[in-house]
C-alpha cells in the first residue's frame, strides 16, 4: 500500500498505484489540511472575499457570493465545467489521475475537507474508475475538463466503470459502499484547478519513455550484430573527450549489451566505420536520455506540488490566514517538458527505422543480408513491407512532434490569456511512445532474423554479447524464425508488448546486473 502525504510520491508509485496497487492517506496530514479548512469556513462566515471562494470563476472574479450559496456555487462549477469531448481516458490514466489529485490535496493548501481526500482514495481502493473523455483541456488553469468529470463521480453524478461495467455514478458509488460527497465551500474549485491530467498521465509516459529507450539500445546493438558491424565507436575514450553524461551512460550500456559477441567485425582496413545510425548511437541515444530525464525530473516535482488556486497559507502560530491567488495551475513546466520528451522519442524512432531499413535492403548492407531478410526474394517478400510500417508511424510522429507549447489561445474572455496546451503535448506524447515502441519492436523483430541468417551462412554458431542475447530469446519465445512469408501484424504486436512493459529492460538489467 502507497501513503500518500503530499510530499513523497514519485513516478514509480503512480505506475503503481495505476496497475491496481492500493493507497492509503497518512494520518500525519490531516491536521494540516483541517486548518487549512477551518480557514475557508473562517472566511466565508465572515463574508471575506476571496477568489472562488466567496466570488465567481474567471472572468466572474468580481460577482461576490453569499455565504447561503457557496455550496451551489461548488456544484455549478463542477457541473458546467464538464466538456470533455473525445475518447475516454484509459483505466490506468485515470487510476493515475485520482492518486494525483488525491495527493496535492493532501499538502494542506487547498481548503477541502478531508472527507475529500479519503473519498479520492476510497474509490481507486474499490475500483470506481470515473468516465473522463480525453480532450478539452488547455492545461493553463488546471485540467478543468477532464477534472470536472472526475470531481462529478465524486457527487454522484456522471459515469464510471466498476468492475468492467459502465454505471451511474451514483451507483457504482453505492455498489462500493461509498457516499458521494456534498461539496462545501472551494472543494469544487481545489477539485478541479490543478495540473493532474498532464501530471498523472505523464507520469506513466515518462516510465514508458525509460522503458523504451533502453530498449532502443538494445535494439541497436541487435542489428549492430545482424550486420557484421564493429564497436569501435563505443569506445570509452570517444565519451570521456565529449562529456555528456547520458552519452557516456549509452556508451557504457552498449559496450555491456555486447560484450563476449562474436557477431561483431574485427579491424577491418576496408571498413573502418559503419554508418550513423549504429555509429551514432551514443550521441543520439544519449541525447534523447537526456530528454527523458528532463521530463522525469518535471513531472517529480509536479506531483508533490500544490497546484490550485487560490492557495491557503495559515501561520502555524498566530493562525492569521492569507489566501492567495496565483498561476500554480499553468501547465507549462509539463508541457514544455512534454514536448521536449516526445521530440526525443521521435528522432529515437527515426533512428531505429534506418536501422531497419539498412537490415531489409541488400544493398545498403553490402549483403550482408539477403534482401528483405528472405532466401526467396520475389516468390516471399519477408519483412519488405514491415518497413513500410515502421515508415509510417515515424513520419506521424514528425507531425505529431509539433510544439503543443508554442501554442496558446486566450480563453474566459480574456482573462485567462496564455495557456500551456500541455494535455494535448501528453496527449502527443502518448501517441509518439506507441509508435516508437512498434518501431523498436520491429527492428528487434529484424535483428533477430538477421542474427538467424548470418548464422546459418557461417561455418559455426557465433554467441551474441551477453544483453542481446537474452533480449534475441525472449524475442523467440514469441516469434520463430521466419522460413516463409507470413501474417507479421500479430508477430509484430508480441514484441512491442515485450518493449512497452518493461520485460526486455529488466530482463537485460538482470542479466547485466545493472
Known sequence: MISLNGKELKIDDVVAIANGTAVSLDPAVIPTIQRSRAAVEKLVSEGTIAYGITTGFG???DKLISPDQVKELQLNLVRSHCVGVGPLLDEPTVRAMLAVRANTLAMGFSGVRPEVVQLLIDMLNAGVHPCIPSQGSLGASGDLAPLAHLALVLIGEGEAILNGTTLPGAKALEQAGLIPLELQAKEGLALLNGTTFMVGAGALQVRRAINLALSADVAACMTLEALNGTDRAYDARVHAVRPHPRQIDCAAFLRKLIEKSELLRTDDPNNVQDPYTLRCVPQVHGAVRDSVAYAQWVIDIELNSAND??????DEESGEI???SAGNFHGEPIALAMDYLKLGITDMGNMSERRIMRLVDAD????ALPMFLTAN???????????????????ENKVLAHPASADSIPSSANIEDHVSMGATAVRHAAKVL?????????????????????????DHHPNMGRGTHVAYHLIREKVPFLRGDTVLSTHMESVRQLVADGTIK????AELGM
Do not use: C, W
Open 309 to 314: 488556486n487560490p492557495l491557503i497559507f495559515v
Open 377 to 395: 526474394g520475389g516468390l516471399e517478400s519477408g519483412l519488405m513491407i514491415a518497413q513500410y510500417t515502421a515508415a509510417a508511424l515515424a513520419s
Open 434 to 458: 506507441d509508435h516508437v515502441e512498434t518501431i523498436v519492436a520491429i527492428e528487434m523483430m529484424s535483428a533477430a532474423q538477421g542474427i538467424d541468417l548470418r548464422r546459418d551462412s557461417l
Open 364 to 367: 545498403s548492407n553490402q549483403k
Open 322 to 324: 492569507d489566501v492567495v
Open 506 to 509: 529488466r530482463a537485460v538489467e
Open 59 to 61: 472572468r466572474f472574479k
